[in-house]
Structure formats: structure tokens, C-alpha cells
């Protein structure tokens, strides 16, 4: 299922912000449904700037990492 229209502008425009600020890193940002409205298959978008081999490494890397975590919760 694809993203709606407005979520895929919003994160099109974060991404060109992001990437003129992080280049040459790579960088992924996830935007997730509010609490209580996800439905199945519809809960996360994704936009990056690495292919999507990269970013599932990456996503691996970071599940193992808060599995290996006590549980944290908060903000930025």
C-alpha cells in the first residue's frame, strides 16, 4: 500500500532539507501512523536517501540494537 499523497509530499520536502544538511551521510526517516489510527500494512512511510538494500541493513542493524535494549521510551 502507498503512502497518501500529502505524506509522500511532506516526506519528499523533509528528505531534500535533510539531505542538503547530512550529504554525504545517508539518512531514513520514518513517519508512523498516530496511536490508534495504524492499519495493517499502512502503519510506517519511509523516505531516504540510500537504496533500499542499504536501508534494510540498516533497519536490521537498529531492530538487533533495541532488542539488545531495555525498554526506553521518550522524545527528541
Known amino acids: 500500500m502507498s503512502a497518501p499523497r500529502d505524506t509522500t509530499v511532506i516526506l519528499q520536502a523533509l528528505a531534500k532539507l ?3 544538511h547530512v550529504a554525504p ?3 531514513v526517516l520514518l513517519m508512523i501512523a ?3 489510527t495504524a492499519e ?3 502503519s510506517v512511510n519511509y523516505v531516504s536517501n540510500r537504496n533500499r ?5 540498516a533497519m ?5 540494537r533495541f532488542e539488545g535494549q531495555a525498554n ?5
Open 18 to 20: 535533510i539531505d542538503k
Open 25 to 27: 551521510h545517508g539518512f
Open 34 to 36: 498516530p496511536d490508534g
Open 40 to 42: 495493517a500494512g499502512s
Open 53 to 57: 538494500d542499504d536501508i534494510v541493513v
Open 60 to 64: 536490521k542493524e537498529i531492530v538487533a
Open 72 to 76: 526506553q521510551r521518550g522524545s527528541a
